[in-house]
């Protein structure tokens, strides 16, 4: 089993983008469902935002 994490930005209604690691990210409201991210690309994504 997955654990899920939100960001600690996130307010504590289900209204949030969870992150899985190894797995994807997914959206607290429609839990069943994800898509999948690979560890390199989310290393990506996490280095260009950072860079903003």
């Avoid at 899920?4 to 690691?21: F, L, M, Q």
């Avoid at 990210?25 to 390199?40: E, L, Q």
Wanted: glycine share 6%.
């Amino acid at each position: 089993m997955t654990a899920w994490r939100k960001s600690s930005y996130s307010s504590t209604a289900d209204n949030c983008v969870e992150v899985g690691r190894g797995v994807g990210v997914r959206d607290s409201k429609a839990p069943s469902t994800h898509v999948p991210v690979s560890a390199d690309s989310w290393s990506a994504f996490l280095a260009t935002v950072k860079c903003r």
